[in-house]
Every structure is written in C-alpha cells, then in structure tokens.
C-alpha cells in the first residue's frame, strides 16, 4: 500500500507493531508524536485540497516534503528519498 505521499507502507517496520498505514488511519500515524500534531501535514494537505495523493499537486516536492525529514537520514538520504517517492507518485498515474 502506498501513502498520499508516495511511501510504501510494505516496507515500514511498524506494520508489524499493527500499523494499518496512513489512508486506514487518517494520517494519525506514530510519528506525528514526535513533532507535536496528530495528523501528518502532508495528509492534511492533499485531503484539504481534495487530491488522491500528492502526485495530484502540481507543486510537489513542496515545502512539506523538504521540512518534514526523518532525523535519522542525513540530507542526501532524505533527497533521495524525496526522489524515490516522486518516482512511486508518477507510476501511480
């Protein structure tokens, strides 16, 4: 299954811990804890603005997806991964 944002939820870790992914769970996924908000912003976004997924924006990779970075992946990681979901996103369509 694949997120609004292009991620693949197959390959997260936490599906095993009962995650269903972000479309099941409304973008009330666990790492929203960790920069103080309930629903992932990128959710918000494309759902606010009637869109599938954010592959329907016209403005992708926004500033969303260039602030909100895994603190775990340096800034070539996270540029990659950006590139990657722009990749999943355009197949999709």
């Known amino acids: 299954m694949i997120c609004v944002c292009g991620v693949n939820c197959d390959e997260c870790l936490r599906l095993n811990d009962g995650c269903t992914g972000c479309d099941a769970l409304e973008g009330k996924v666990f790492w929203t804890q ?13 759902k606010e603005k009637g869109y599938q997924n ?10 969303l997806w260039v602030s909100l970075k895994d603190p775990s992946l340096s800034e070539e990681e996270h540029q990659k991964s950006i590139q990657g979901r722009l990749l999943v996103l355009k197949k999709l369509r």
């Open 34 to 46: 960790h920069i103080c908000t309930d629903i992932c912003p990128v959710y918000k976004c494309v």
């Open 54 to 63: 954010c592959g329907d924006c016209s403005q992708i990779p926004c500033e």
